[in-house]
């Protein structure tokens, strides 16, 4: 079944550590990418997305993901992480049939 | 302020008594969408609309309704709720269909004892 998996379930990391969140989708076609953030308390909102052209894709906040299609993969990263950070992101697809799937998300907790 | 509103935030009910969880977005967004959020198994879609009276299921549609009879208001509907239906659901909404940035609600929180 086509998925989106998210291989990373809890990361803890002190502050100014770097940042690498994995995302993999389990589809060989044209796919649309985004990264949502949801701190604690909150709403989900998006940090960034991909649709086409540079693989590279800056978002807000410093975060940044790199589309690598050989590798069906739209990691996450961040240079160095601040405590406020702490927070669950969530990978989603778009399949085909305008589906937006939601990985299983990663919990990060960034200790001072 | 563009925002999606969600009532109640916070509702513990019984099983077997209907329940209706209100959405409402003030963006004129075309559509709308309830998620479920468990942990370990993220968001999963259980209803979508992409416009006014016309709606579809989503991944996990079984014990929920819902209804677009304005182009605001997407109200998701337990008509005979279980406890497995305890859970975090977001309403969300976009300009129009899922290639558009998702606005979400900030949640309700059921727990059906």
């Known amino acids: 079944a086509q998925s989106v998996s998210q291989h990373n379930h809890h990361v803890i990391l002190s502050e100014a550590a770097s940042l690498e969140l994995g995302c993999n989708y389990s589809y060989g076609g044209t796919v649309n990418l985004f990264w949502y953030v949801q701190y604690p308390g909150q709403h989900l909102q998006l940090l960034l997305k991909?649709?086409?052209?540079?693989?590279l894709v800056k978002g807000i906040k410093g975060f940044e993901a790199e589309f690598i299609k050989s590798k069906f993969s739209f990691n996450l990263r961040k240079p160095s992480v601040q405590w406020s950070d702490t927070a669950e992101y969530f990978c989603a697809v778009i399949l085909p049939g305008d589906k937006l799937i939601f990985g299983t998300g990663t919990r990060l907790q960034v200790f001072p | 302020e563009a925002q999606v509103t969600q009532n109640p935030r916070y509702l513990i009910t019984v099983t077997g008594k209907k329940l209706t969880v209100t959405c409402s977005q003030n963006m004129n967004h075309e559509y709308m969408s309830w998620y479920r959020q468990d942990p370990g198994l993220g968001l999963r879609q259980i209803y979508y609309?992409?416009?006014?009276?016309?709606?579809d299921k989503g991944d996990v549609p079984e014990g929920y309704k819902v209804s677009r009879k304005e182009k605001r208001n997407f109200p998701l509907i337990l008509e005979s709720p279980s406890p497995n239906q305890t859970s975090l659901y977001f309403c969300a909404s976009s300009v129009s269909g899922t290639l558009y940035e998702q606005y979400f609600g900030p949640g309700t929180r059921l727990t059906v004892t």
């Open positions: 609309s992409m416009n006014v009276e016309v709606t």
């Open positions: 991909y649709f086409s052209g540079d693989p």
